[in-house]
């Protein structure tokens, strides 16, 4: 069954993570995506192997085809505009003003194709003081707030996933959205900009926007703070996560998860505000209490006093739960010779154009044939090109 997408051909200049996130996103949705590589090697990631395997590679290249090019050579743009003709959309995350010098900016394609959407993934955008300065995943988390909400000051070490490469791809795919869907009224394409410095700033809105009113300047346990969030070990020493949020219900069966409903009225926790304001000394209270029983005891004791709360899970354990297997969230991509890739499905379902079945990540310039024989380029000049390093 077709995809949401399908019809619309993507040209993905993209190494790493953020722009070929965002156009494995919109090949999830049925996009033809043409992964466009350089000869030599290819999307680096391609190299990131882990006894053979390229699991980084995998998690954001699904779903599409690769045509190798050397962009820097006369025929290798030459066969990129061939290809660019036939295109919706061209996607690159290099720095700024590469695309301009290599003669692939929006500018310049515009005029080979005028419906075509150019979108471009930078650190903090095409243009300002910054512009020159090399941009990746810590910088954006770093400049656009994410490490001051998520670091420990005590040890001050950056945490978590490529939040800004994902993010910025994120939102580079609903910013080609939304220009295609802009396009069906105009009958043009246009530039689109995403940065990692903006996705970021954008995650954040809530914080942000509290600061900008009121000038707090949230730090990393504000926010459990304000929501009432609490993580716990328990006997075992598996952790369970909870979140009492506004409701006095989820506080009230707390109390008597833990059988001491004494501390429902206990004035130092009795209102949200009082929570708030002892919420180390409610941590450790409960701490004691969680470390007295194993985690499978205290989730049954929860659940049946409809406490909102999980527990929490390294990603091995993610896919062991019954409710993540429910929902298919690890899908099997086989491959023809080769071991099949396990990875995460799309989360968005649809019921009339499913998005779970994707193709596997293509091998390095496995399409090359296909697209330059599709643009006239018989055999003979095929090997040419190959012999001279342009494909």
Same mark, same amino acid.
């Given at each position: 069954?077709?995809?949401?997408?399908?019809?619309?051909?993507?040209?993905?200049?993209?190494?790493?993570?953020?722009?070929?996130?965002?156009?494995?996103? $919109?090949?999830? !949705? %049925? #996009?033809?995506?043409?992964?466009?590589?350089?000869? &030599? =090697?290819?999307?680096?990631?391609?190299?990131?192997?882990?006894?053979?395997?390229?699991?980084?590679?995998?998690?954001?290249?699904?779903?599409?085809?690769?045509?190798?090019?050397?962009?820097?050579?006369?025929?290798?743009?030459?066969?990129?505009?061939?290809?660019?003709?036939?295109?919706?959309?061209?996607?690159?995350?290099?720095?700024?003003?590469?695309?301009?010098?290599?003669?692939?900016?929006?500018?310049?394609?515009?005029?080979?194709?005028?419906?075509?959407?150019?979108?471009?993934?930078?650190?903090?955008?095409?243009?300002?003081?910054?512009?020159?300065?090399?941009?990746?995943?810590?910088?954006?988390?770093?400049?656009?707030?994410?490490?001051?909400?998520?670091?420990?000051?005590?040890?001050?070490?950056?945490?978590?996933?490529?939040?800004?490469?994902?993010?910025?791809?994120?939102?580079?795919? $609903?910013?080609? !959205? %939304? #220009?295609?869907?802009?396009?069906?009224?105009?009958? &043009? =394409?246009?530039?689109?900009?995403?940065?990692?410095?903006?996705?970021?700033?954008?995650?954040?809105?809530?914080?942000?926007?509290?600061?900008?009113?009121?000038?707090?300047?949230?730090?990393?346990?504000?926010?459990?703070?304000?929501?009432?969030?609490?993580?716990?070990?328990?006997?075992?020493?598996?952790?369970?996560?909870?979140?009492?949020?506004?409701?006095?219900?989820?506080?009230?069966?707390?109390?008597?998860?833990?059988?001491?409903?004494?501390?429902?009225?206990?004035?130092?926790?009795?209102?949200?505000?009082?929570?708030?304001?002892?919420?180390?000394?409610?941590?450790?209270?409960?701490?004691?209490?969680?470390?007295?029983?194993?985690?499978?005891?205290?989730?049954?004791?929860?659940?049946?006093?409809?406490?909102?709360?999980?527990?929490?899970?390294?990603?091995?354990?993610?896919?062991?739960?019954?409710?993540?297997?429910?929902?298919?969230?690890?899908?099997?991509?086989?491959? &023809?010779?080769?071991?099949?890739?396990?990875?995460?499905?799309?989360?968005?379902?649809?019921?009339?154009?499913?998005?779970?079945?994707?193709?596997?990540?293509?091998?390095?310039?496995?399409?090359?044939?296909?697209?330059?024989?599709?643009?006239?380029?018989?055999?003979?000049?095929?090997?040419?090109?190959?012999?001279?390093?342009?494909?």
């Amino acid at each position: 069954m077709k995809g949401c997408l399908d019809g619309i051909r993507v040209l993905e200049l993209g190494n790493f993570i953020s722009g070929p996130y965002g156009a494995m996103l $919109l090949a999830d !949705l %049925g #996009a033809e995506v043409i992964k466009i590589e350089n000869p &030599k =090697g290819g999307d680096p990631f391609r190299g990131w192997d882990f006894g053979g395997d390229q699991p980084n590679f995998w998690a954001y290249n699904r779903g599409k085809k690769s045509v190798t090019l050397n962009l820097q050579t006369p025929e290798g743009k030459e066969v990129f505009y061939g290809l660019v003709k036939q295109a919706d959309v061209v996607m690159d995350n290099y720095r700024p003003g590469v695309t301009k010098k290599l003669g692939i900016d929006f500018e310049s394609l515009r005029e080979i194709n005028e419906r075509i959407v150019c979108c471009s993934i930078t650190g903090t955008g095409p243009t300002g003081p910054y512009v020159r300065r090399p941009a990746y995943d810590t910088v954006g988390q770093g400049m656009g707030g994410m490490m001051s909400v998520l670091m420990d000051p005590k040890n001050p070490k950056p945490v978590g996933p490529a939040y800004s490469d994902c993010l910025s791809g994120m939102f580079s795919a $609903l910013g080609v !959205l %939304g #220009a295609l869907m802009a396009r069906n009224r105009t009958g &043009k =394409g246009q530039q689109v900009d995403a940065t990692m410095v903006g996705s970021i700033l954008a995650f954040l809105n809530a914080p942000a926007t509290e600061t900008l009113a009121h000038g707090r300047v949230p730090g990393p346990y504000t926010r459990p703070r304000q929501s009432q969030t609490y993580a716990f070990a328990c006997a075992d020493g598996a952790m369970l996560a909870i979140h009492l949020s506004s409701p006095q219900k989820f506080w009230e069966g707390l109390c008597k998860s833990v059988e001491h409903p004494e501390l429902i009225e206990d004035p130092r926790f009795n209102t949200r505000p009082n929570r708030r304001t002892n919420y180390d000394e409610l941590n450790k209270t409960f701490a004691v209490f969680f470390k007295a029983q194993p985690r499978s005891v205290w989730i049954e004791k929860l659940e049946a006093n409809a406490v909102p709360h999980t527990p929490v899970y390294n990603l091995k354990e993610v896919f062991d739960d019954p409710q993540v297997q429910h929902m298919g969230m690890q899908i099997a991509i086989e491959r &023809k010779d080769k071991p099949t890739i396990r990875t995460v499905k799309f989360p968005i379902s649809y019921s009339e154009t499913p998005s779970d079945h994707p193709a596997p990540p293509p091998e390095l310039g496995e399409n090359n044939a296909e697209f330059l024989t599709a643009l006239g380029y018989d055999e003979k000049k095929i090997a040419e090109f190959k012999e001279k390093g342009i494909i």
